[in-house]
């Protein structure tokens, strides 16, 4: 039993929820269900990033002061998770009070420890991603290299977190913690980028310019870097620093006992700098321990391209769930994508997937417990097991490795096969050719026993992907709740009284 505290990024307030965000939430919501069921006390935290230029010029587009656009699209992302059977425990929104606060602390801490100065700023800024760029990032063409986006001259003045200070601290601890950052790819990576000096970060920006954003404590003419706000909330939410003590202590004051540190820090590969070197670099100038565990997955593209507003081409995850139901879409995404990976999303291997959830697992069960119902009046038999032991543990211990190690499709992958290896079983054992015999009656029973069991193993396997089909299937196998991981596979499931249903996962007409 252990704690454990796990993050997504906080989505911009501008965008409808997309298969993007949805993937990120989702893959959270997996690890937390799979750490829940293995007794872990999880803390599951996602939200929404509120403030700053592209919030206040979206919301300025739609006829919305920022504060009503940021309601509206709480709403909105909440909805959207609740309907993908999402299990956050916290969902934060950085203009809560409580937040605000914190980051006014947390700044106060950099600058008691004298890591801030202020200076005048000349370069180039991206709203769509809301960061400067040097004259050598945006190349010739003038452009954002991440989006491909405008970006514009600005001079100004800034505060400035001496980020410089850090670079050897954070190098020699990604060196000395060859996990922190997975995968390797994004590890390589960020250390490719500490190779060459790292500037310091400019914090802040003048109220004259953005409207929107938390006054920095000390000069409430200037609003602080939304990704300073934003990083912030992993740090709000876990509790560590008291948002009600005055502000001069909150700056100096001891930590509370809280959440904090983070066990793992979700996000996509784009915005892996921030979370592995703003971030890590600001706690160590505010005095906090870093997060142990920083986790960037690939990117969503559709066929070869992009996903995009302007080509029209973004997947929306809540028309999919009208139509194949949530856990279809967590199964899809979860399984396609190699974690750490890049993925394309084609309406064919959608439909590949969810075949296989339907002829594999839909058909397993069905089959199963319609043969209980029809050979043993709908009562599993009380017989020893026979047969599908050593997929089983197979698949247990695949399973457990693949999860463990953030490696979730191949997880998941183990779990299909067993249901893949239980219906060969079904093949082998001819249960309707036994049923003729009345001399088999004690192999019937061992078969239709081992189905059940099997049956509730899969129940436990699928339920932190398809949390809705999972607990399904165990009422239908007569049991409770959906056993957990530490009690299979000998799940007691002799005496249960079945019943057949519906299809766990119905034909789809498209
Ligand atoms: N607000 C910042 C994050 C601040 S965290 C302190 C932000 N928001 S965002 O709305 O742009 O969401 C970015 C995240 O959404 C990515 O990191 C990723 O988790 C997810 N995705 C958005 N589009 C995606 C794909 N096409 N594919 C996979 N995930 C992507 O950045």
New binding site residues.
Partial sequence: MGSFYLTT????AS?EP?I??A??TILADVLARYRRRAGDDVLFLTGI?EHGQKIQEAAAAQGLSPLELCDLMAGRFEAAWDELGISHDRFIRTTEREHLAVVGALLERLRANGHIYEAEYTGWYSVSQERYFTEKEIGPERVDPIAGGPVVKIREKNWFFRMSRFQERLVRHIEGDPGWIAPAARRNEVLGFLGRPLEDLSISRPRSRIHWGIPLPWDPDQVTYVWVD??T?YVTASGAIDPAAPAAERGFGELRPSRWPADLHL??K??ITTHAVYWPTLLMGADLPLPRKILA?G??VVGDTK?SKSIGNVVDPLALRDQFGADAVRWYLMREMSTGQDASYTAERFLTRHDELRNILGNLAHRTLSMIRRYRGGVVPSAPADGLETETAAALEAYRRGLDGYRLHEGFAAAMELARAANGYIETREPWALARQLDRASDLDATLTTLARTLAVLSSLFEPVAPKRSAELARRLGLDRVPLLRELPEVAVAGRQVRVGKPLFPRVDV
């Fill in positions: 990024p906080i989505y911009y965008g997309h993007g965000h993937y990120t990033d934003a990083l909330n996000m996509g784009d915005i997955h990117w969503w996903m």
